[in-house]
Structure formats: C-alpha cells, structure tokens
C-alpha cells in the first residue's frame, strides 16, 4: 500500500477512535459532539483557507492548509460512515476517464 494512503487509513483510524472520546481533552472528539453541521462547517471553513493560500500565500500555507482539509474531510467521511475505500474506489472508476465524460454523466443521471 502507498505512504500516501497508508497514512489516511491510519488517520480515519485514530479519527473514527475519537467518535468516543471525551471532547474536553480531543479536538476531534469534541467535533463529532458538535454534529454534522459544524463539521461540515468546519471542512467549508477550512476549503476556503486552503484556496486563499492558493492564490495569495506562500506554498508551505499552502500545504499546512491542504492538511487541515484532508483531516477535516476524514472527520465528515467518519461521521457519515463513509470508509476511505469507498471514495478510492469511486476514484478508482473514474480514472482513464474524461472529467467531461464524468460530469455529462452526472447531468444526465441528475447527480
């Protein structure tokens, strides 16, 4: 298995561990007692962060910024129950395919 997934896999571990966790002493744990919105939130807030350091700050903002997006995205998967390999899987089906391809089907499934 690649480092790169290897580390997210190990990361939705640790993230779906905390679903229990006391909030008062985890960050994520205390996200999971927010609810859903405020991790959605969270991810949107973060998004935004990750393009103004795309367009306005230097590279390692950048990459602390994609970070933050790439956890954050873990927490909302973990609090939809949606495993890592359901999406590498989507990706997966994907791949060889036009994105035009990808998003006329989508106009035409209306998804």
């Known amino acids: 298995m690649p480092a790169t997934e290897k580390i ?3 990361m939705f571990e640790v993230i779906e ?3 229990t966790a006391d ?3 985890s960050y994520t744990a205390r996200l999971f007692a927010k609810g859903t919105q ?3 939130q969270k991810f949107g807030e973060e998004s935004i962060e990750a393009v103004v ?3 306005s700050e230097s590279q390692e903002r950048l990459i602390r910024e994609s970070a933050d997006v790439l956890y954050h995205l ?4 973990a609090d939809r129950g949606i495993k890592p390999t359901l999406v590498w899987d989507e990706l997966e089906k994907r791949f060889g395919t036009s994105g035009l391809a990808v998003k006329e089907a989508r106009k035409k499934s209306g998804g």
Not at 74 to 77: A, E, F, P, S, Y
């Open 38 to 40: 405020k991790i959605a």
């Open 8 to 10: 997210l896999l190990e």
């Open 74 to 77: 873990l927490v909302m998967w």
């Open 23 to 25: 909030p008062e002493t």
């Open 53 to 55: 350091a795309a367009v």
């Open 17 to 19: 561990g905390r679903k």
